[in-house]
């Protein structure tokens, strides 16, 4: 190497490099100033579902919502079901509006879920209905203390399937007179 080669390369001056250093010490504690004001604005509110009474328009369950305080988070209408964000100072008071106003059926306290357990069905990755009921979030929740009877309104089922095999009671088939419900006449594969 050449000492005129030395001469010709750009340096880096320290002032340059002390300059930098304080600019990302500023970027990284503004950084968490917003992260904290915005954790503590989640904090200071409060989650509620409502669910209106029947016979009630669209315009009418708005103006529920509108007279006795919150923020609609998200909806079902059909079923008149609202989740609605409310500052918690003010938690008591809508919680009383809700509760006094005749047009609501009830109201509850919105509770965070988490899936602690997957489903262990073999078979899951082939059931496509399953997360679009939310079956994770209620699998494994329940302790059963006894057992229960479900009907199957399908056209048939495959008694023979691991999960249904020796579970399966007779019924009854709407589609071939006298069968009981536990063959398929025109079996659906996949």
Not at 16 to 30: K, N
Not at 120 to 145: R, T
Request: overall charge negative; charged content about 15%.
């Amino acid at each position: 190497m050449r000492d005129s080669d030395i001469a010709t390369k750009p340096t880096t001056k320290p002032d340059t490099r002390w300059s930098f250093a304080v600019l990302l010490v500023l970027l990284v504690l503004i950084g968490g100033i917003l992260s904290s004001a915005a954790t503590a604005g989640a904090a200071d509110t409060t989650s509620l579902v409502v669910k209106l009474a029947g016979g009630l328009t669209p315009a009418q369950q708005a103006a529920v919502i509108a007279r006795d305080g919150g923020i609609e988070k998200s909806s079902i209408p059909a079923l008149r079901l609202y989740v609605l964000i409310i500052p918690t100072s003010d938690l008591q008071i809508i919680q009383q509006n809700y509760q006094n106003d005749p047009q609501v059926k009830s109201i509850e306290m919105n509770k965070t879920r988490k899936v602690e357990v997957m489903s262990n069905d073999i078979d899951y990755s082939a059931q496509w209905a399953l997360p679009k009921i939310g079956w994770e979030s209620v699998f494994s929740n329940i302790s059963s203390a006894g057992s229960a009877k479900v009907a199957i309104l399908d056209t048939g089922i495959d008694v023979t399937h691991p999960d249904l095999a020796g579970n399966v009671t007779p019924g009854t088939s709407i589609l071939v007179p006298g069968a009981n419900g536990q063959t398929d006449p025109n079996p659906w594969l996949e």
